[in-house]
Each structure stands twice: as C-alpha cells, then as structure tokens.
C-alpha cells in the first residue's frame, strides 16, 4: 500500500546518469515516481527505430541493463550484427540480438500510426517497469553536432567517433514543431517535487526543456525543483559533457550546471570535492546541498535517491513556513 505521505516525484532523465538516478528513486518506497525521458538521441539503423535513453531508462528499472557497459541487455549476443556486417552493412552502432527485437516492435507499432508514449508504455509494462516512463514529445525531434566536416547526427558523434570530435554547436532538429506530450505537462504540474537527473545539461536535459511548453510548465510549476550535477570536481564519470561545455565556451563544472539551470532551479546538488562551488552557485540564486554524488552500485544510487528527496522535503517545508 502506498505510504499517505508519498511524494509524487517527476524526475527528467536522459542518457546512463538519468538511469542511474531513476533505479535509486525507485527503490524508495515513500515516492511515486515518474520519469519524462530525452527523445532526441532517437535515429534509425537497418530500417529501426532505436531510441537509446527510454531504452536504457527501461532497461535498468527491469533489472536487465548490461552493467559494465551502462547500456543495452546483459547476457546479449551480436548473431545479427554479424549478418548484417557479412552482407556488407556498416554496423558501427551496437544492437545486441534481443535488443533488436525491442526495435522491431517499436518500429512495427510506429508503422501502425501508435503515438510513441503509448509504445514506451507498453514496452515498460511488458518489462515489468512499476515507475511511469513518459516521452517530452510524440514528434521527432533529433540533436545534431557540427564538427569540422560539418552537422552529424548524434549517434554518429557518440558512437561512431567517440565523441573525439571538437564539437562547435549543437541543434535539435524538428524542436520547433515538436508538441508537448499531454502526460509530460500534467506531470510537471501535479508533481510534489521535481528532479533533474546528473545527466548531460546539452544533449539530454536541454532537449526535454526545449520542447515547446515544457520549460513554461516546468518554470510554473509549484514544486521545488532540485538537480544533481553530473560533475565532480570539473568531470563526468561517464560521457562528453565536460568536453562539450568547455568546446562551447560554457563553465564545464558545478557552477556551469547551475547557470544553466538558474532561471527555474531553486537547489543543485553537488559533491563534496566541490564544496569550493557553493557560494558562486549561491550568487546565481541557486541553493546548493552536498553529498557524495558517484554512484557505483545500487546501494549508492538508493542513498543519492534518498538524500535528493529529503532535500526536497526540507525545501517543501520551507516553502509552507514561507
């Protein structure tokens, strides 16, 4: 039965560090939680839909996830890639046997006209996922980076070259068009607290807040809103936020996250080695909690979860003293 103080939890999500995140919100008994997750690394490969953030959301809050890599299925086999290769296709990004077999029914359902939320709920059902997983869009929307030879697509940034790459700018193709999913807004209205995963400000965070609609409904939102920086002492543990920032003239450390955020944000989480950070985040108008933000089992993301929430209360009731 669920707990009468439980606090509806609306957490934005993109990338490992927003599946890390959401798996410790989710061991909490004391929250409902919903996640809004990041659309735009969706792309196509051998005539499938993949989209890589929802499927790593859902994979990791099945107890299914491939830990080492922080993406795709455990016990995972590659039978299909090796046809493709042998038949002379380029096979750069990797889709395991039963990772294929997602895409083939998210691609057959999208065939079918089925708005993608009602596929990404399905699918999170079908997996056993008790959190709700929700799209920012149903429209199609892509991120791109311009590199020296010009725009690429993001997988191509990512996976293929590694994000070796100086990236000079970044877009969202189709974001001005793109139309806010109903269940998205309702939840950033009905939300008692709203959390930004320690995901990549630029192309996991950034393309959720850019969809039309959503940053005015996260903004008017009544509920304390709380981010935990994916820095630690000016880097990631995982992905090219630290480059990206820095290539694009951006603070790559806690201070950069919370100038980014300082519009809406009332409370970054940092670590404790940036303890130094505080009083810059504070002159933004931003308040700052500490913790030990590494998560490398699920111990740590439970404990992070915990802290994150507590965080939010103490800003609840400071807000009804107020």
């Known amino acids: 039965m669920r707990d009468e103080t439980a606090l509806n939890v ?93 895409h083939i029914y998210r691609t057959m359902r999208r065939a079918k006209g089925d708005r993608p939320s009602e596929i990404a709920r399905d699918v999170a059902k079908a997996f056993g996922v008790k959190p709700t997983i929700l799209l920012p869009t149903d429209d199609q929307v892509q991120t791109k980076v311009r590199i020296d030879e010009g725009w690429i697509s993001f997988q191509d940034y990512f996976v293929r070259r590694k994000c070796a790459p100086e990236v000079l700018e970044l877009k969202f193709d189709g974001i001005k068009a793109a139309r806010p999913t109903e269940e998205a807004l309702s939840a950033l209205a009905g ?28 903004t008017s939102a009544p509920a304390p809103k709380i981010a935990v920086s994916p820095f630690i002492a000016g880097k990631v543990v995982k992905g090219p936020a630290d480059r990206m920032m820095a290539a694009l003239g951006l603070r790559a450390d806690a201070v950069g996250v919370a100038d980014r955020y300082a519009d809406w944000l009332d409370c970054l989480v940092i670590d404790h080695q940036d303890e130094a950070l505080s009083e810059e985040i504070a002159s933004l108008g931003v308040k700052s909690q500490r913790s030990n933000i590494l998560m490398k089992d699920l111990a740590d993301k439970a404990r992070l979860g915990r802290e994150t929430v507590d965080f939010g209360r103490e800003q609840l009731k400071e807000g009804r003293a107020a």
């Open 10 to 102: 609306t957490l934005l999500a993109g990338g490992v560090g927003g599946a890390k995140m959401a798996e410790g919100l989710a061991a909490l008994d004391d929250i409902a939680l919903t996640i809004i997750g990041n659309v735009a690394d969706d792309d196509a490969f051998h005539g499938l839909w993949v989209s890589p953030d929802i499927d790593t959301l859902t994979y990791s809050l099945a107890g299914m996830i491939n830990r080492q890599q922080g993406w795709g299925l455990a016990d995972e086999g590659t039978r299909a890639l090796d046809i493709l290769t042998m038949l002379g296709e380029d096979t750069w990004m990797m889709l395991g046997d039963k990772d294929f077999g997602l």
């Open 191 to 218: 939300a008692d607290l709203i959390i930004v995963a320690p995901s990549n400000p630029l192309v996991s965070i950034a393309p959720i807040l850019e969809t039309p609609g959503i940053r005015e409904a996260l």
